[in-house]
């Protein structure tokens, strides 16, 4: 009644039937079951889909256990039939063939509700789970063995495709059920029914797997997996690990299976993993399984691996590495990949296990998978090899001696996943760490342009973001591979990326452009492409890193800025972005904040306008005095510096800086900091004494005298060139006569010298003085004035220093207008500078064997003295030329400090007026080209 039987089909039974014979009766009843599905699996299609599912309301009970496994084997062979047993209404009578059928009828439409949902099509899934299956299969759970078996397998399949029938089945109550079906004493057969025709196959998980970045598998279903996690319990781990050790060989790829997921995101299970012997159990079937128990073996111990070193060791001693190595040349890519993901984890964090790797063969066959697999393998062999560059020379000059350099590169400038181009650019990074030869190398592979395509092309943030980190390093340590990288057009797509959704992509970035940043052409590309607006827009923003990568990048930028890049900063306040970075609780962004507000208020100074450039009020002192509270030597350098730049201002800020009570503070830097740090609190100290007797005072109460002593006494050349200011100005005034008559003798006795170090006629257009300190000072009476003769025996002294403040007070008593008068035409005036210039002319001797001095600033002061020396007069200059100066003043402009530089380059300029002579001897001293490098990297006084 159901339809016509093909002629060979028939012919097909009628054989079959004649095996009746010598059969058993369970054996026959059993072959009676068979032999029906047969029959009704063999209908035409017109004739099977339309009427089989007429034939399940029938009171017939061989007739709906019949019409069951026919359905079950039709829809096992391909979706189409699937669709169509769902549209003609067969799941409502499954379903309720679960509920009220006999034990068999139950196990035939289980079958069936299984193969429907074979290849997860989400439509048929969600019309069997609104029917009710999931609960009726769940209550099977609880029936005979063939029953439950059935049941199993169905709510097997039905939890294999999603987060959703994870849910349905969790929800009605499945998981209890299946973990006492572990605990039976019978293993399982591996056959889900038996009743079938042959068409049911072995079920395996279905599950889609991704690996993250590590190799890490997963099963894309964040926070799930960890409330089932919870309702499994500790129990489940004991007998699935019972199944690895005793069950059949689809049994323990099972159990693999099941603890893979388990280990997924509990470490509570992770332990009870170890505890329980897994481990020994993977490593075994990594050796005998199956390909497909291999990598399920080897996804299991990749997840244990993700979680700490113990577990990794332990994977290693149990001797797993050789065998994932040789799994990298054999079997299946999915078998491969999972070997590379496990590796990948293993060798993280770890130079004996990353020994291991290589020991045991693993870098050609990890090279090459680079080539020969797939995509997913290739990310995880680029992220073994990016574990085993991270922190080893000899192991990252053994990656690219096995050729991995051309084929990273190679990935880069594939069309294949944007993941495997972020795993290529991040193994690059590490390969170039740490050695310029291997930069060099990775430059001659010819990186760049492939890395700067990543940046250029739609890659994801990921990817773009270690394209720049791997530029980035590159850059580090060479200015050629810094204008090779700067010369593939990256500047602008920089730019752009600080813009980035990715905050990672924009903090590195923004690290690239300061390691990049070298000169004004490369500031003007970067301030084109609106750099400064997305800075100020990073600057505002509520992560931690890309607001100290954007004031660290602020900062670097500024150093470059020149007088035509001020209108800019007209239009972006940088100024309160940057304050509200020092309140900030990050020590990094404290310290960028005050780094960049620093260096805003230098550019600002050399500007006719700084306060359109900085529109500051008072309210950003209490925020630096904040940070010198700080415990991080660097955060202190910054604020100080940016407080010795807020008094250089006016009295009132200086005032401020006092009532925030920085002045304590800064006294405390003088003998806790770094020398730099020190250097910079005692110019705002100086700078604090300027003009205010109120100031000065508190200065001496909070014990500034004997640091700053110290630091005369014992200090870099430096130091004591900043204190000697500093106790010049605390001993010219009133509030010197509260210093104790010890400190004030030898400040007195050095009076006239501490306080000429500082004349009002070194400040320069910058506003910072000549000897460096930057602050605004005016000539003080010394105490206590000496004659010549007793300034040019302290010029013959065997000390430097002494030398150095002769000098320094010699020139004291000089003018540039008293120049003048003696030097040019005029002959009115000038007895005094004339007595000097004669002075110095007969001790010119000594000031040329100055300028070898150790000490920076008597160099610095010698070179002036020849400047003034040789002022409009040749024949000054030719005794100078001739007593051996030159070749002292060429040499100061190479190994010189800045200051030395500046005052050797005027001093040369002098010497070579109006005469080839003397320019010839410059010449051939070798000055040209270390003037030209002035004109390229010297300050602005300088070029």
Request: charged content about 20%; overall charge negative; proline content about 3%.
């Amino acid at each position: 009644s159901l339809g016509v039987i093909d002629e060979p089909d028939l012919l097909l039974v009628e054989e079959e039937e004649q095996r009746r014979v010598g059969m058993t009766k369970i054996e026959r009843k059993r072959f009676e079951k068979v032999l029906c599905a047969i029959r009704l699996s063999s209908l035409k299609q017109n004739a099977s889909l339309s009427t089989a599912p007429t034939c399940l309301p029938d009171k017939s009970v061989n007739g709906q256990l019949a019409a069951a496994l026919a359905i079950g084997n039709i829809v096992h062979i391909s979706g189409e039939y699937r669709n169509a047993a769902v549209d003609a209404g067969a799941v409502p009578h499954l379903v309720k063939l679960l509920r009220t059928g006999c034990e068999e009828e139950k196990q035939a439409a289980a079958f069936a509700i299984r193969n429907i949902v074979l290849d997860g099509d989400p439509h048929r899934i969600s019309v069997i789970l609104e029917s009710g299956a999931a609960h009726e299969l769940v209550v099977l759970l609880k029936s005979t063995k063939r029953t439950r078996n059935a049941a199993a397998a169905a709510l097997h399949s039905l939890s294999c495709r999603g987060l959703e029938q994870v849910k349905a089945v969790v929800g009605a109550g499945a998981l209890p059920h299946l973990i006492h079906l572990l605990a039976e004493d019978a293993p399982a057969d591996g056959t889900d029914v038996d009743m079938t025709s042959g068409r049911n196959q072995p079920q395996t998980s279905h599950e889609s797997d991704t690996r993250n970045g590590n190799g890490i598998v997963d099963d894309g279903e964040n926070g799930w997996r960890g409330q089932l996690n919870i309702e499994v319990g500790p129990g489940a781990v004991p007998l699935l690990v019972q199944l690895l050790s005793g069950g059949d060989a689809r049994a323990k790829e099972a159990a693999a299976v099941a603890l893979r997921n388990l280990l997924s995101d509990s470490e509570e299970h992770v332990e009870a993993v170890l505890e329980a012997g897994a481990v020994s159990l993977l490593v075994q079937l990594l050796r005998t399984g199956t390909d497909s128990a291999k990598s399920r073996c080897a996804e299991c111990l990749c997840n244990l691996a993700d979680y700490n070193n113990r577990y990794r060791d332990a994977i290693v001693e149990a001797g797993a590495v050789p065998l994932l190595v040789l799994m990298l040349s054999s079997g299946s890519d999915m078998v491969k990949m999972s070997a590379a993901a496990c590796l990948c984890n293993l060798s993280w964090d770890s130079r004996e296990r990353a020994d291991a790797l290589v020991q045991a063969g693993g870098m050609p066959p990890l090279v090459l998978l680079l080539t020969s697999g797939s995509e997913e393998s290739i990310m995880a062999s680029a992220g073994t090899l990016c574990n085993l560059a991270y922190d080893s020379d000899d192991l990252r000059d053994q990656v690219i001696v096995a050729g991995a350099l051309p084929l990273l590169v190679i990935l880069l400038n594939s069309d294949g996943a944007e993941a495997v181009k972020e795993e290529a650019a991040r193994c690059l990074r590490n390969l170039a760490h740490g050695s310029e030869r291997r930069r060099d190398a990775v430059m001659a592979a010819e990186a760049v342009p492939a890395l700067v395509k990543v940046l250029h092309s739609g890659a994801r943030a990921l990817a773009k973001e270690e394209s720049v980190k791997a530029l980035w390093t590159l850059a580090y340590g060479s200015a050629a591979r810094r204008g090779a990288i700067v010369d593939a057009a990256v500047l602008p797509q920089l730019v752009r990326l600080l813009s980035s959704d990715g905050p990672g992509a924009s903090v590195a970035a923004a690290g690239a452009l300061r390691a990049l940043l070298h000169n004004e052409s490369e500031v003007d590309a970067v301030i084109q492409e609106s750099c400064l607006t997305r800075l100020h827009g990073l600057l505002g923003t509520k992560n931690d890193a890309m607001k100290e990568a954007a004031g660290r990048l602020l900062e670097r930028v500024l150093c470059l800025c020149v007088s035509r890049h001020a209108p800019r900063f007209t239009e972006v306040n940088f100024a309160q972005r940057l304050v509200s970075l020092l309140g900030s609780t990050c020590e990094g962004v404290r310290q960028a904040g005050s780094g960049a507000l620093a260096q805003l208020l230098s550019y600002s100074r050399t500007q006719p306008d700084p306060a359109a450039v900085v529109n500051l009020t008072c309210d950003a002192v209490p925020m630096l005095v904040r940070v010198l509270r700080s415990k991080h030597s660097a955060a202190k350098e910054a604020a100080v510096g940016a407080l010795h730049h807020l008094a250089c201002g006016d009295d009132t800020r200086r005032d401020s800086i006092v009532a925030a009570g920085a002045v304590p503070l800064l006294v405390k830097m003088l003998t806790a900091c770094s020398d730099l740090a020190k250097e910079e609190a005692i110019k705002v100290l100086m700078a604090l004494t300027w003009e205010s007797d109120i100031r000065q005072k508190a200065i001496i109460d909070a014990g500034a005298v004997p640091p700053l002593m110290k630091v005369l006494h014992m200090g870099t050349n430096g130091l004591k060139h900043a204190a000697a200011g500093a106790l010049g100005m605390l001993s010219s005034e009133g509030p010197g006569q509260a210093l104790e008559s010890s400190t004030t003798a030898e400040v007195c006795r050095l009076g006239p010298s501490l306080v000429t170090a500082f004349p009002p006629s070194d400040v320069g257009q910058n506003g910072q003085s000549g000897s460096g300190v930057g602050c605004p000072v005016a000539e003080v009476k010394p105490s206590i004035t000496q004659p010549i003769s007793a300034l040019v025996q302290q010029m013959h002294s065997a000390d430097d220093a002494t030398r150095m403040l002769g000098l320094r007070e010699l020139l004291k008593l000089m003018s540039e207008s008293d120049l003048g008068k003696v030097n040019g035409a005029s002959t009115d005036g000038g007895n005094t500078a004339a007595e000097v210039l004669s002075v110095l002319l007969e001790n010119r001797e000594v000031i040329v064997h100055m300028l070898h001095s150790i000490c920076d600033v008597a160099k610095e002061t010698a070179a002036q003295a020849i400047r003034i020396l040789a002022h409009n007069r040749n024949d000054h200059r030719d005794l100078i030329v001739h007593s051996g100066a030159v070749p002292a003043l060429v040499t100061l402009l190479e190994f010189g400090s800045d200051l030395a530089k500046e005052a050797a380059t005027s001093a040369l300029w002098t010497l070579a007026y109006d005469s080839g002579e003397r320019t010839n001897t410059i010449v051939n001293a070798g000055a040209l080209p270390l003037v030209i490098k002035l004109l390229q990297t010297g300050g602005d006084q300088a070029k």
